[in-house]
């Protein structure tokens, strides 16, 4: 019996928007694309059949067909537009090209970007941890930009 591979895509909705200003700080630019969906129009339920639409727009019947025996939505947060979706490997590039043709749901006019792929689940929330703590970070120092510190963990001196 043959293993079905999967992989699993972290992915973020971004707001763009008409109305940002240079003299905005760039706290304030950031939230505002970076804002959270409204949880009755973008959930889990309705991104798989986006995404399907999608697939079958971009590939036609085969290629929605062909997807949706491995298509899962897993996670999906409206507070931080974050997700998880599911996807057999084989068809890892048609379906990240279909997401990336995305171009308004609900016709509010969005960008889905893909954050991270992975082939486990676990390895995928630790990315979207890692990104969530990023995010943070960022914004409490005023959207200055986060400098990665090492520590030097040697003896010598």
Not at 87 to 108: C, K, P
Not at 114 to 139: D, M, P
Request: aromatic share 8%.
């Amino acid at each position: 019996m043959v293993r079905l591979k999967s992989r699993y895509l972290l992915f973020q909705i971004v707001y763009p928007t008409d109305t940002l200003s240079t003299s905005e700080d760039a706290k304030t630019r950031f939230l505002k694309i970076h804002r959270t969906s409204d949880a009755s129009v973008v959930n889990a339920r309705n991104l798989t059949q986006i995404f399907k639409d999608e697939m079958e727009e971009l590939h036609g019947d085969l290629g929605a067909g062909s997807i949706m025996t491995t298509l899962n939505v897993k996670y999906f947060s409206p507070v931080t537009s974050t997700g998880i979706v599911r996807v057999g490997r084989q068809f890892l590039r048609e379906f990240w090209a279909a997401l990336t043709n995305i171009t308004d749901i609900d016709n509010t006019p969005v960008v889905i970007n893909v954050v991270h792929v992975s082939a486990t689940i676990k390895k995928c929330e630790i990315a979207a941890i890692e990104r969530n703590q990023q995010i943070v970070r960022y914004l409490q120092r005023g959207g200055l930009a986060v400098k990665e510190e090492k520590v030097d963990m040697s003896d010598e001196e």
